[in-house]
């Protein structure tokens, strides 16, 4: 979607500020919305793309307004709510007031490094051909749709060259919309910063996204 | 799903809206039997104290002496890292990125937060500020200077905006006056944000 969270090229946010000696979270609360966002993905009730969706999903105005972890927790209670493991009057009263959702597991202490260290691969086996290979040029489609996309406004309908061939990954475009992984090529694609940004452009920058070959055509 | 909870001391506390709405939903969660509390525990405790950005730097350092393990980190960053035992949670498709005295390796996540956890454990305020992730793809010089760096004209920026589940990790050029110097010596003058792209390896003179 065309929201706030594709901030690639915007101007007016100043500059960045680093912050020195910054610890890992800046308040307990932070703590508790990370680590239940991560021991909630154990039931198995959405994918990494819902949440990421479920986190973009707000009005710009709101994103902007949010802290990181605000824009976390907020996904996080979308989320439950949305796949009826809690309802709104539980949220209201900070209780339980309803028989929980029955759910095929949860994450147990002693699991937690093994779940960590497995983490979430998203390479597929293929039995298609990559379309392109290395070298390659290619212009990236102007697509515009309301649900979830990892093709960032600022690289649509741009030329640029496949650098690599990563592999065959799901298709975060399908599986945020519980579509299915519907796996697809994804490619490496660099694109000289004149033709992102036009003349005025630093010849001497290039950026590279990741991009799935549903995003390309041959240019 | 919004509360109104600006009146603090009718709670008989002074915790914010936030630490009452995480709390309250930790415990709807535990008494549904969602979660178990001490997994939640393990995984705080988990990246701030076991995965961080001394990961890496461990990475880089056997990089900068090793030419064997260097070259297959740079065909193969997931293997190549793995066997020093780091990946899995946002590091199941590694990349590692070779400085030169000629070209520059930046990382962002333009779209959210994307950061390799395995090697550098959770990313800073500032890489998921709106500052750093607007700016980085358009003006990378400009970034840098925030950080108080300055790279001369003719040397080559690469941006990389981490759009898929690949993770970046920047090896940074290793700092003159190293010579012989073990790996853990070394990985003293990895910074994170070397390992980032905004910032350059330590010299020695910086340790002292």
């Known amino acids: 979607m065309n929201g706030a969270q594709d901030l690639g090229g915007m101007q007016g946010f100043g500059p960045v500020a680093p912050e020195p000696n910054e610890p890992v979270f800046h308040a307990d609360w932070e703590k508790r919305a990370f680590a239940l966002t991560l021991a909630m993905t154990m039931p198995g009730q959405w994918n990494i793309d819902m949440s990421r969706f479920a986190r973009e999903n707000r009005s710009p105005t709101e994103y902007l307004s949010m802290s990181y972890y605000q824009i976390w927790f907020a996904a996080l209670e979308t989320m439950v709510t949305e796949r009826d493991l809690v309802s709104d009057d539980e949220i209201v009263v900070g209780h339980s007031l309803h028989p929980p959702k029955p759910v095929p597991r949860i994450l147990s202490p002693s699991a937690v490094a093994q779940v960590l260290y497995r983490g979430g691969p998203t390479e597929r086996e293929s039995n298609t051909q990559a379309r392109f290979n290395a070298g390659d040029r290619v212009r990236t489609k102007n697509i515009n749709p309301p649900t979830h996309t990892r093709l960032p406004r600022y690289v649509r309908g741009r030329l640029g060259t496949i650098e690599r061939v990563i592999g065959c990954h799901v298709f975060p475009d399908s599986n945020a919309q519980g579509a299915g992984e519907n796996p697809q090529w994804l490619y490496t694609v660099r694109f000289d910063g004149r033709e992102l940004w036009g003349a005025d452009g630093d010849p001497s920058v290039t950026v590279s996204v990741d991009a799935w070959e549903p995003y390309l055509v041959p240019a | ?208």
């Open chain 2, 1 to 208: 799903m919004t509360h109104d909870h600006e009146h603090h001391h009718e709670h008989g506390s002074d915790l914010s809206e936030m630490q009452l709405r995480t709390r309250a939903l930790e415990t709807i969660l535990l008494e549904k039997g969602y979660i178990e509390p001490a997994a939640i525990d393990v995984l705080i405790e988990t990246y701030e104290k076991k995965i961080g950005p001394r990961n890496g730097a461990q990475v880089v350092a056997k990089a900068w002496v090793d030419p064997r393990f260097r070259q297959w980190l740079f065909e193969d960053g997931t293997a190549a890292i793995g066997s020093l035992g780091f990946g899995g949670r946002s590091g199941n498709h590694l990349v590692a990125l070779e400085n030169t005295p000629s070209v520059h390796n930046m990382v962002v996540c333009t779209l959210c937060s994307c950061y390799p956890w395995a090697v550098l454990g959770l990313p800073p305020l500032w890489y998921k500020s709106a500052p750093y992730r607007s700016r980085t793809v358009a003006d990378p010089r400009g970034v840098l200077a925030d950080f108080g760096v300055t790279l001369p004209k003719d040397t080559e920026i690469r941006v990389w905006d981490s759009t898929a589940e690949l993770r970046y990790l920047v090896v940074p050029t290793r700092p003159a006056g190293t010579e012989g110097w073990s790996e853990e010596k070394l990985a003293d003058l990895v910074t994170r944000d070397s390992m980032i792209g905004t910032g350059l390896a330590k010299s020695p003179g910086d340790l002292k």
